[in-house]
């Protein structure tokens, strides 16, 4: 199984698509890498080499008892860096573009060409007396308190609101939501509920100043998991070299909801479009 050792000893797993460039993409909580199947696939057709990997405590890598908190888990994707080999472009989805916030700062934006912030929970999630446009702490204190209780009873109406099922709109397939119960299962309870924690109060605000890169930044505009309005339009306007792209009526999951959209607009980007 191909596996990249991090610094702490800890084994992930990852898969790769093609040759060329890098493009290290960095899966949302709490699902894995294999949610970068279609954009791997189009990442190679496209001259490049896709990297996914599944964070510590999800999916097929190691789930050790710690390092569920942003400095480690930037730590673990300065590993993936290196094991690339050569200056590569990020893309963070969801709770994975705190990852790539925190690499920016931590490790200096180290052999990094370009960025994708993608439904990105960057800058700040929680609502606090200085973020008055954040989500409510009780919101994720519920949500904590239902995963201990039934996770698995948990996750099918989370991925309705996570991919914008309702009775007029379908924009992904009922497989499609029982795929990510599936996936989310994988996951450690441990890594789940920490890793829950970590993307609803750390504050990247502050990380902000070290994107030195083109970065580009996707969010739907009906996004119910991780709100436009506190997100992606204050990451926009605290990054200097962005560019926010807006998909009117979108959910959170636009890897599956808006997949060629999506697809297209990355490989675009990084193409120079």
Not at 207 to 225: C, M, N, R, S, Y
Request: negative net charge; charged residues 25%.
């Amino acid at each position: 199984m191909p596996v990249v050792r991090t610094k702490d000893n800890v084994h992930l797993y990852l898969k790769e698509w093609g040759e060329g460039s890098p493009v290290i993409l960095l899966h949302g909580w709490p699902l894995s890498a294999d949610t970068f199947d279609d954009l791997g696939i189009a990442l190679a057709e496209s001259g490049y080499r896709g990297i996914a990997y599944d964070r510590r405590g999800f999916g097929r890598s190691e789930q050790p008892p710690r390092g569920y908190e942003y400095d480690t888990l930037a730590d673990d994707l300065a590993s993936v860096v290196q094991y690339a080999g050569s200056s590569a472009a990020l893309v963070g989805f969801s709770m994975g573009g705190g990852e790539v916030a925190r690499y920016m700062s931590r490790h200096r934006g180290a052999n990094v060409t370009k960025a994708v912030l993608a439904a990105s929970v960057v800058p700040y999630l929680i609502k606090t007396d200085d973020n008055p446009d954040g989500v409510e702490p009780t919101v994720f204190q519920d949500m904590a308190r239902k995963l201990k209780e039934d996770r698995a009873a948990f996750w099918p109406a989370f991925f309705q609101d996570f991919y914008g099922l309702g009775v007029l709109s379908q924009p992904v397939s009922d497989e499609i939501v029982d795929w990510s119960c599936a996936l989310a299962m994988q996951a450690g309870l441990l890594a789940t509920l920490q890793c829950a924690k970590a993307f609803a109060t750390t504050d990247f605000r502050g990380d902000l100043a070290a994107f030195t890169v083109p970065t580009l930044i996707l969010h739907g505009t009906e996004d119910k998991t991780v709100p436009i309005a506190t997100s992606a339009r204050k990451a926009a306007a605290g990054i200097r070299d962005s560019n926010l792209v807006e998909y009117e009526g979108s959910p959170h999951g636009l890897f599956a909801s808006d997949k060629e959209r999506f697809i297209d607009d990355v490989v675009g980007f990084l193409r120079g479009r």
